[in-house]
């Protein structure tokens, strides 16, 4: 499965602006990116990004990424909450969550993973 690359950039006082990278274009397949939240950071509170993007893999599996980015008030990155969802053409789908936060040395690191997988029904019910 390839995957959407997905970079933030920050530009300070606030600004991010979102771009969907992608290894290989194909203009017969659907995509779309989305910033679905912008929150300013404040003295007193974190500032929240959410991008969302959607892809349809080779295989026909739908992909979800919700990427959700807390920064302070200077712009820089502080943690990150990342849900990745495949849905496959039978109904099936895995979801993964990851949280990350920043640690002493400036870099973000995993404090939390989860993955679901939820088989559709054979019969209906």
Known sequence: MKR???L????G???VVAVGL???ANADRERSLSVANYTPATE???GLVEVESEDVDDDGNLV???LAVALDDDGT???TDETIAVITPDGDTVIDERLS???TDGKLHSIGEGISVTEADDEPS
């Not at 933030?8 to 530009?11: A, K």
């Open 44 to 46: 007193d509170s974190l």
């Open 101 to 103: 936060v920043i640690g």
């Open 22 to 24: 992608s290894r290989k």
């Open 64 to 66: 979800i990424d919700d």
């Open 13 to 15: 006082a606030g600004a």
């Open 77 to 79: 990155i502080v943690a």
């Open 4 to 6: 959407k690359r997905l």
């Open 8 to 11: 933030l950039v920050v530009l």
